[in-house]
């Protein structure tokens, strides 16, 4: 009896690991799908959109749809892709799904030349400076505070140095 109950034991093991083994087989199946690619210039072979050169694409927390920006998700829907909320990613290199970041995690490819992972925006447009205003909470074209601009914290607003002896709040 001891003998049974030690081969049951061993029989349901080997069906928990067999099913692990296509559990996992089949999530990865789902997590790294052939790349669905879309092009900022299609005839250079430079991914991205409209909008944006990059290679990763925004999985849209509303509604669980993959776009390649939040602007070609706003394009295509009746509501707005909420930036701060992003939490996934598709790998327009390898097809990974995967939390939303500078990298694949699968590939290694880096997604863009500048990432912020605070509005989740990934641009890799030759010579476009971005930073991160942490007083607007957004991401702004410019070499940043203190180079090339300033916030105003009475009126709100990133404004360019030049304006800097000359700005009047209103």
Do not use: W
């Amino acid at each position: 009896q001891q003998h049974q109950q030690q081969h049951a034991h061993a029989h349901q093991q080997q069906q928990v690991l067999a099913h692990q083994s296509s559990s996992s087989s089949s999530l990865a199946s789902q997590q790294q799908q052939q790349p669905a690619r879309t092009y900022a210039d299609a005839a250079a072979g430079v991914l991205g959109c409209k909008h944006y050169r990059r290679s990763a694409q925004l999985v849209a927390p509303c509604c669980g749809k993959v776009y390649t920006c939040r602007l070609c998700h706003d394009d295509a829907s009746d509501h707005r892709l909420d930036r701060y909320a992003v939490a996934e990613m598709v790998c327009m290199l390898c097809g990974t799904r995967q939390p939303v970041g500078g990298a694949c995690c699968s590939c290694g490819g880096s997604m863009a030349g500048y990432y912020c992972g605070i509005c989740h925006l990934f641009d890799d447009e030759p010579g476009r400076d971005i930073y991160h205003c942490p007083f607007c909470n957004v991401c702004r074209r410019g070499k940043g505070l203190g180079v090339d601009f300033f916030h105003c914290m009475q009126c709100n607003a990133c404004m360019s140095l030049s304006l800097f002896n000359s700005h009047t709040c209103r």
